[in-house]
């Protein structure tokens, strides 16, 4: 995919209408004249909306401080836990999204693209890779650190509550380590799912401490020292068109992943089917008269 392609697929996040490119190059319009430029290496500035929600805001102005020193401390934070083996608990969580050559896939909250680099060699060759982050100087860093091969790589601003593409865009999706933080986080979760295929994957995680963990010593301290391990699995925000859900709990237990397939629909009860037999409708009112909701 050129990267005038690249423009191509991308949409208005607040409209969902196509863009188009400025005579000069620079820009992308709207059809109501709102505009996204293009900066300096390609990276598309995406980002909705304009003026980013409070906690977006923070995570935006705490990760362009802090963009030379996060790879080595999100490493050593996985050494911390269970002496984990970061490079391998990565493959696992890209691997989940069963990738294959020639896919095009978005990851939200790429960063300094430690994963980024499993999914290109995973969608290589001919696969396209798009990664989106919040803050620019993560994302630069990407791209100085990302040397792709017979892979297409673009790289965009853009929050991951508000995606600047249409509806089954992708094959895979993938966000690690960002979620507990997004102001929108059902948002997101519906953003995230809306752009992938029905059959396609999505991956996501973050801190979560297992619930079995949370009153052993060291455990305990970890969730004094940093409240953000005692964020709860956001069970609740995932969209319900989806099957095949499954949640893994990974480094040393202390962070969860969560895959699951995009459905083009949600599930549903047939409320109508007769009930097989009066000792399965005896039992069924029974218990419908003990509950108490
Ligand atoms: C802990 S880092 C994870 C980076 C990378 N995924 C990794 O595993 O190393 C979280 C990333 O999420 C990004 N982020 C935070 N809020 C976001 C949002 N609302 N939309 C998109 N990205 C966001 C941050 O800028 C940061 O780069």
Redesign the pocket.
Known sequence: MTTEEFYKTLVDPETRQPLTHSADGKTLIGSNGTTFDIMEGGIVNALYPKTLLED?AR??YL?DQAYLR?DRG?SWVFETLNKSDEAAT?RFMVGLMDLKPGQTVL??????G??SALIIEQISPGGTAML????PN?LRLATQKLQPKEVDVHFLL????YLPFADDTFDALF????IN???ERRQ?FLEMTRVVKPGGKVVIGDESVAPWLRKTPTYATLLKANPLFRAEVPLEDVPANITDFKLHYIFGNAYYVMEYVVADKAPEVDIDLPIPGKDFVDTWRLRAEKATD
């Not at 989106?132 to 803050?135: R, T, V, Y």
């Not at 853009?158 to 509550?161: L, P, R, T, V």
């Not at 966000?175 to 960002?178: D, I, L, R, T, V």
């Open positions: 977006d995570e935006q990760y996060y999100v990565r990851e939200v909250g790429a960063g300094t430690k994963d989106s982050d919040l803050s993560m853009a929050n991951g509550s966000h690690f380590g960002g933080t997004f102001s997101a």
